[in-house]
């Protein structure tokens, strides 16, 4: 079977089809949400998507993500298990002596607020570094509305084009 290129009619139709499923979606967002992803905007992100390769790479980034995401939390799993298991020793070896076993207990509780909270600021730096390194890549990509930047509000609707890419990812899409 031999491969064509799609005609200018196909390409088209497709962006069309594109523009509308994405119009459709950001209609569906809360008016905050909305303001921030003109036509302009939606329409050079379609005409980006004409080309599958935004599609895998985000697909790969998800992945991607969902892995990392695994890893952190198994990280604060195996860090808080570590303090049950220190809390258990102390219980062992001194439950002959209330008032110890109180004092240490309350020095272990002190520690290991302060060990899980450094650890968790860690964990977020790491997703925080994810997130950078993703806006990068969807921006060197030529994605339209990618760019890194920490802003709550931005990386939120960037999340959400994210999400309209993953949903028509899965469309039966004209060709």
Do not use: W
Request: charged letters at 25%; proline letters at 5%; a negative charge.
């Amino acid at each position: 079977m031999e491969v064509t290129d799609p005609s200018p009619q196909d390409l088209q139709r497709k962006l069309y089809f594109l523009v509308e499923q994405l119009q459709n979606m950001a209609g569906a967002l809360p008016p905050k949400y909305q303001m921030r992803l003109p036509y302009e905007l939606l329409s050079g992100l379609a005409n980006s998507l004409l080309n599958d390769t935004i599609f895998e790479i985000v697909k790969g980034l998800m992945e991607i993500q969902h892995v990392t995401e695994k890893h952190l939390f198994q990280q604060r799993l195996q860090l808080i298990n570590q303090h049950n298991i220190q809390i258990q020793e102390a219980i062992s070896s001194f439950s002959n002596d209330p008032e110890k076993l109180a004092e240490i207990k309350a020095a272990l509780d002190v520690k290991h607020k302060q060990e899980l909270k450094q650890t968790d600021m860690r964990l977020v730096q790491q997703l925080d570094q994810k997130v950078a390194d993703q806006q990068s890549i969807l921006e060197k990509a030529g994605v339209p509305g990618f760019y890194v930047t920490n802003n709550p509000i931005e990386i939120q609707v960037q999340m959400r084009l994210c999400d309209f890419i993953i949903r028509l990812s899965k469309m039966e899409i004209p060709s």
